[in-house]
Each structure stands twice: as C-alpha cells, then as structure tokens.
C-alpha cells in the first residue's frame, strides 16, 4: 500500500483551476509600435499642451482671417495705426488693415511654405538615401561626395543665393529652403537602410521567399517613419523661422504678399510708435515655433525606444 | 595623421573650385545683368566702355576663366554697383565688425551656457534644474530675429539705455563703444547659452554615473574637488567638439542680428550686395565665407583627433 502511495501519476500533475488554453491567452491586447508611441506621447504632458496648442493654431489659420469679416489687403486710412480693440482684436496696420486677420493669413503661409519645404526635402532626402544605399560601391562613393561639398557651405549663404537667382516668388522659396535640408534626411536613410539590409529579419525574410515590395513595405517604410517624423518635426520649426528671417531682411516674400516675415519687418517700420504691430506676429511666430520644438521633443521621447531611461 | 591632413586639404581645395564655379554659373542665370541699370540711360558709346570696363562684353567661358585666374591670386573682383569698391577692400574694413560680435556672443554665451549647465547638472531634479531646461527650452524656441527686435524696442526705443543702432568705429573698433555692443551682443548669446547649457548638462550627468565618480566620493574627496577634477574634465569633449561647429555658425548666423541693428559688417553687407544684385561682390564673398567656413570645418576634424586619442583618424571622412 505504502508503495503505491510514493507512486506518482501523471495525473497528479493536472493542472487545477484552468485550461491550458486559459493560461496561454496574452490578456492585455498586443499593440503595435505606434499605439505604443502614441500611449507614451498621451503621458507627456508638455508635448500633449505642445498638441493641442498646434491644433487651435492650425484652426485658427484656417478660419482666423475669416473670423473677423475684413478686408486684409486693401487700405482703410481712416482707421490706420489703431491699437487693440473689441473692433480689431490686434489693431490695425499702418495703412489700416485688420491685424487680426493678417497676422492669422501671414502664418497660414509660413506654415504651409515650412510643410512644402519639409515634404520636399524628405522626399528628396529619401530617394537619394535610398538610392546611395541601394547601389552602393562607386555611386555611393559619389553622391556622399556631392552632400560633403552642399554641406561644406553655409546653409543660410546657399538659401540668400538660390532665392537671388530665382527670385522673390514662393517656389524660390521652396526650392531655396529644401535645397541644403535634404542631405540630412538622405544620410540618415542611407544609414538606416543600409543596416536594415545586414539585419537577420531582413535576410530571414528573403530567404522565405519575400518580394522585394513586401520588404520595403514591411521591414523598411515602418522602420524609417518614425526616422522621418523626427526629421519633420524639427525640420518644421527651422524652416518656419529661416522664411521669416529672410522675408525680413527682404530677401524671402515680399510686402504685397503676407507672411509672418513681412509682417515683422513691416511692424519693425513703425514699432518706436506702434508696438503693437510688431508684438503680435512675433509673438504669434514664436508660439508656432514653440509648439512644434516642444511637441518635437515629446515625439522624440515617445518613438525612440531606445532614448528612453 | 600628415597622409590625412594632406587628403582633407586637397579635397578642401576641390570643394572650394566646385563651390566658385557653381556659383559662377548659378549668377549668371540670374536674368538681366547689374550693369542694366546703371547703362540704362548712357548714350551707346559709354555702355559700350562701361561693359567693357567690367569685361561684360566677352564670352562666359572666358570670363569664368579670368575670374577664377583673379580669385587664385587674391582678387575677389570689383563691385557692379558701386565703382572702385572692392571684395578684399570692404571686407578688411567689415570683418573686424563681425569678428568682434562673433567674439563677443561667443565668449558670453558659451561661458553662461556652461555655468548654467553646471549648475543644472549639479543640483538635478530642483528647481534650479527645472529652471534651466525651461530657460533653455524659451531661448531655443524664441527666434533671435524676434528677441533682436524685443531688446531693441524695450531697452533702446522705450527706456532709452543704449543707442538703437550702430556699431563703433574707428580706434573704438575693437575696445571701446561698449554701449553700441550690448544689445547685439545679448541677441546673439542667447542661442549658445541654450545649446551649451543642454549640452554640458547631459554630458556631466552622464560622467556623474561613472564608476571613478563613485570612487573618489568614497575616498572622501568634497564635492566640489569631485566636480572640478573628476566630471567637469571627462565631460568637455562634447563641448570641445561642439566649440568649432559654433563658431562656424557664427559666421552666417549674425545676417539677422546686423541687419536688425544696422551694424556695418560682412553679413549685412552680403545682403545688401545680394538685393543690389551685385553680382561680383556676392561671388566673392560666397567663396571667401566658404573658405573661412571649410578651414574651421577642417580645425573641427583635426581637434577631434587630438583632443580625444580615442577617436582613429577616418580614412573616409564621415562629414
């Protein structure tokens, strides 16, 4: 009897209470990468003030030139140099047009001339990445030649000189900011797609027979826009600040046109008498670029796993 | 290390011919030329000379092979605009200008930027910590355009304690009309305060976690022995490396700031030249700005190698 009782049976092992398949079940749903990120970003509190600032500010250049129903761009000289009021929320201008809504038309164009700018260069920068990565040897060799000579320039000298050649016009300006910009986006994805290729998940998937497609859609695009959204972001605000500064010193748009630049130079005209004219679109301009270095810093933390502490 | 220095400054050299020649040709797109409008209203016989006073008449190529001839021997060329001023002429009297607000913002800025980062690093996780980063945070985020025009209206428009704009000149050049300095000085500082109190900050506290750190603290060593001797000294490569980058910056990045006070040196001239569409000037002044900047570019990567040993000498420089 006593030996029987040492005896152990398998069925003394059973599993009490749940079924395998109970025990195996992940009860947390999985996330992915960007649910991931975006819980983290949703924890930072700056970076979500940083968010929801951007979001009023890109309403407001949208409807802000609309709010106040007048007209921006021809002059009223009854009403010029007239400070803020229930009538004109920042005043007028000095040759009495509405602050208000020019100040909110000035930004809706830097704002969308920085997004152009950005697009422009990530799409340059990544074809050329791709493409120094893709063929390598001598045509690497080459183009990381041509970047060394962009970059051994001053960028703002380069940006002066395109904008001379081609003129005052928007598309000057686009190509004269995006010029120098792209070679940054293009070594990064060089680098990052050159160690994607060496990397085992790659080679495990050619060896499973992948198309080329899949790989690029599955394995590089996902890797490289967390890359490319860091770039933007801090690409944004420099470009926002760059049109500004050459618009003020007359080299960028110019006054028929309206952007924040202008409008700083043109407050920087009357501001011994007038501060109000200045105040506004700096300050407005410092918000824009506020908001989007802040919420660049908080993305930075939330993308980059391994940046974390 | 000779081998390398040599590769680098004959690449210096190509790079400086790519960047002459592109511009060269990049100019001569722009449509029109400067002498439009001063010939415009010359009788025929006098355009005539004076396209060929600036040797306008002959074909481009032969004009591309003159000017890069002059620009080897010293001569950056003559202004369109206004006669007898010349690249070398003006720009003995506008870089000191420059050079004394390059030096002048560097010197405050970086010194105040690592006592702040200092201060950051050793009181981490206060107030004055938290202080700083948002200090920090404000003078990167705020556009020096817009804190030029901030200072220039409070402190010389409204309360009247420095002059709006100017710049000494004369035998104050270098030393005295400190009053002239003061705003741009501030205006430019401010960016470098920023980066080196970030910079000096993260790199200390990574220097704080070492294990020598922990050592001398057991030896007894006071804090601030530890600080002086042990992190600050292993944390300044960073900000040795950093230090060239900044002055190159520095070149192109006082634009703003002497436009803003009017201040007579080579960044406000570049603009002028470049609204005057003063071709010649603006030539010569992007290869000569492109020189200074590679020859600084060049000091980085040779520092780098002899500051910190650590670092091998790059067969193919990654820059």
């Given at each position: 009897?006593?030996?029987?009782?040492?005896?152990l049976?398998?069925?003394?092992?059973?599993?009490?209470?749940?079924?395998m398949?109970?025990a195996?079940?992940?009860?947390?749903?999985?996330?992915?990468?960007?649910?991931?990120?975006?819980?983290?970003?949703?924890?930072?509190?700056?970076?979500?003030?940083?968010?929801?600032?951007?979001?009023?500010?890109?309403?407001?250049?949208?409807?802000?030139p609309?709010?106040?129903?007048?007209?921006?761009?021809?002059?009223?000289?009854?009403?010029?140099?007239?400070?803020?009021?229930?009538?004109?929320?920042?005043?007028t201008?000095?040759?009495?047009?509405?602050?208000?809504?020019?100040?909110?038309?000035?930004?809706?164009?830097?704002?969308?001339?920085?997004?152009?700018?950005?697009?422009?260069?990530?799409?340059?920068g990544?074809?050329?990445?791709?493409?120094?990565?893709?063929?390598?040897?001598?045509?690497?060799?080459?183009?990381?030649?041509?970047?060394?000579?962009?970059?051994s320039?001053?960028?703002?000298?380069?940006?002066?000189?395109?904008?001379?050649?081609?003129?005052?016009?928007?598309?000057?300006?686009?190509?004269?900011?995006?010029?120098?910009?792209?070679?940054?986006?293009?070594?990064?994805t060089?680098?990052?797609?050159?160690?994607?290729?060496?990397?085992?998940?790659?080679?495990?998937?050619?060896?499973?027979?992948?198309?080329?497609?899949?790989?690029?859609?599955?394995?590089?695009?996902?890797?490289?826009?967390?890359?490319?959204?860091?770039?933007?972001?801090?690409?944004?605000?420099?470009?926002?600040?760059?049109?500004?500064?050459?618009?003020?010193?007359?080299?960028?748009?110019?006054?028929?046109?309206?952007?924040?630049?202008?409008l700083?130079?043109?407050?920087?005209?009357?501001?011994?008498?007038?501060?109000?004219?200045?105040?506004?679109?700096?300050?407005?301009?410092?918000?824009?670029?506020?908001?989007?270095?802040?919420?660049?810093?908080?993305?930075?933390?939330?993308?980059?796993?391994?940046?974390?502490? | 290390?000779?081998?390398?220095?040599?590769?680098?400054?004959?690449?210096?050299?190509?790079?400086?011919?790519?960047?002459?020649?592109a511009?060269?040709?990049?100019?001569?797109?722009?449509?029109?030329?400067?002498?439009?409008?001063?010939a415009?209203?010359?009788?025929?016989?006098?355009?005539?000379?004076?396209?060929?006073?600036?040797?306008l008449?002959?074909?481009?190529?032969?004009?591309?092979?003159?000017?890069?001839?002059?620009?080897l021997?010293?001569?950056?060329?003559?202004?369109?605009?206004?006669?007898?001023?010349?690249?070398?002429?003006?720009?003995?009297?506008?870089?000191?200008?420059?050079?004394?607000?390059?030096?002048?913002?560097?010197?405050?800025?970086?010194s105040?930027?690592?006592?702040?980062?200092i201060?950051?690093?050793?009181?981490?996780?206060?107030?004055?910590?938290?202080?700083v980063?948002?200090?920090?945070?404000?003078?990167?985020?705020v556009?020096?355009?817009?804190?030029?025009?901030?200072?220039?209206?409070?402190?010389?428009?409204?309360?009247?304690?420095?002059?709006?704009?100017?710049?000494?000149?004369?035998?104050?050049?270098?030393?005295?009309?400190?009053?002239?300095?003061?705003?741009?000085?501030?205006?430019?500082?401010?960016s470098?305060?920023?980066?080196?109190?970030?910079?000096?900050?993260?790199?200390?506290?990574?220097?704080?976690n070492?294990?020598?750190?922990?050592?001398?603290?057991?030896?007894?060593?006071?804090?601030?022995?530890?600080?002086?001797?042990?992190?600050?000294?292993?944390?300044?490569?960073?900000?040795?490396?950093?230090?060239?980058?900044?002055?190159?910056m520095?070149?192109?990045?006082?634009?703003?700031?002497?436009?803003?006070?009017?201040?007579?040196?080579?960044?406000?001239?570049?603009?002028?030249?470049?609204q005057?569409?003063?071709?010649?000037?603006?030539?010569?002044?992007?290869?000569?700005?492109?020189?200074?900047?590679?020859?600084v570019?060049?000091?980085?990567d040779?520092?780098?190698?002899?500051?910190?040993?650590?670092?091998?000498?790059?067969?193919?420089?990654?820059?």
């Amino acid at each position: 009897m006593q030996e029987k009782e040492k005896q152990l049976t398998p069925d003394q092992f059973e599993t009490v209470g749940y079924t395998m398949e109970e025990a195996n079940k992940i009860d947390r749903p999985t996330i992915s990468y960007w649910q991931d990120a975006w819980r983290r970003l949703r924890k930072n509190p700056v970076a979500m003030a940083a968010l929801v600032v951007l979001i009023v500010l890109v309403i407001l250049v949208i409807v802000g030139p609309n709010l106040r129903g007048y007209d921006y761009v021809n002059m009223n000289v009854t009403e010029k140099n007239l400070g803020s009021s229930t009538k004109y929320w920042f005043g007028t201008d000095s040759l009495g047009r509405d602050l208000f809504s020019r100040v909110w038309v000035g930004a809706r164009a830097s704002i969308l001339i920085a997004l152009v700018a950005t697009t422009l260069k990530l799409v340059v920068g990544t074809l050329y990445g791709s493409v120094m990565a893709h063929f390598g040897g001598w045509v690497d060799e080459l183009l990381m030649r041509v970047i060394e000579v962009i970059n051994s320039l001053p960028s703002l000298l380069v940006t002066i000189l395109i904008m001379m050649v081609l003129g005052n016009n928007l598309f000057a300006l686009f190509v004269a900011l995006s010029i120098t910009a792209w070679c940054n986006t293009a070594r990064q994805t060089r680098g990052m797609i050159k160690q994607l290729k060496e990397s085992e998940y790659v080679y495990a998937a050619e060896v499973l027979g992948a198309s080329p497609l899949h790989i690029i859609l599955k394995h590089y695009v996902p890797n490289m826009l967390s890359i490319l959204l860091l770039d933007a972001s801090t690409a944004i605000p420099a470009f926002i600040f760059t049109e500004a500064g050459l618009s003020f010193l007359g080299i960028g748009l110019t006054s028929p046109e309206i952007s924040l630049g202008v409008l700083i130079s043109q407050g920087q005209q009357t501001m011994d008498f007038y501060p109000s004219q200045l105040f506004y679109p700096c300050a407005v301009l410092c918000i824009i670029v506020m908001a989007f270095n802040l919420l660049g810093d908080g993305l930075r933390d939330a993308l980059d796993p391994r940046l974390r502490k | 290390m000779t081998k390398y220095i040599i590769r680098r400054l004959v690449e210096m050299a190509l790079t400086l011919f790519i960047i002459a020649t592109a511009t060269f040709f990049l100019l001569e797109a722009v449509p029109g030329d400067p002498l439009t409008q001063r010939a415009d209203r010359l009788p025929e016989q006098s355009r005539a000379a004076l396209y060929e006073r600036y040797g306008l008449d002959r074909p481009v190529m032969e004009r591309y092979l003159t000017q890069m001839n002059n620009m080897l021997h010293g001569d950056f060329g003559e202004s369109f605009v206004y006669a007898g001023q010349t690249v070398s002429g003006l720009l003995k009297d506008r870089l000191p200008v420059s050079a004394r607000l390059g030096i002048q913002q560097m010197l405050l800025g970086v010194s105040v930027g690592l006592l702040l980062g200092i201060l950051a690093a050793t009181h981490a996780r206060s107030p004055i910590d938290y202080a700083v980063v948002g200090l920090s945070v404000l003078l990167i985020s705020v556009p020096h355009l817009v804190f030029g025009l901030l200072l220039q209206k409070v402190f010389a428009g409204t309360l009247k304690w420095f002059p709006t704009i100017g710049w000494p000149t004369g035998k104050d050049l270098w030393l005295g009309g400190w009053k002239y300095t003061v705003l741009p000085t501030l205006t430019g500082c401010f960016s470098y305060i920023a980066t080196y109190a970030r910079l000096l900050k993260t790199s200390m506290l990574d220097v704080i976690n070492q294990d020598y750190v922990l050592t001398a603290e057991s030896k007894g060593l006071s804090r601030g022995a530890i600080v002086r001797r042990h992190i600050l000294r292993n944390s300044f490569i960073p900000v040795m490396t950093q230090l060239p980058m900044s002055v190159a910056m520095c070149i192109t990045g006082s634009f703003f700031i002497e436009s803003i006070f009017s201040i007579p040196g080579i960044g406000q001239y570049y603009v002028t030249a470049v609204q005057n569409q003063d071709l010649s000037i603006v030539l010569g002044e992007t290869v000569l700005l492109a020189l200074l900047y590679i020859v600084v570019l060049f000091i980085t990567d040779v520092l780098y190698v002899v500051v910190d040993p650590r670092i091998s000498m790059p067969g193919t420089s990654s820059r």
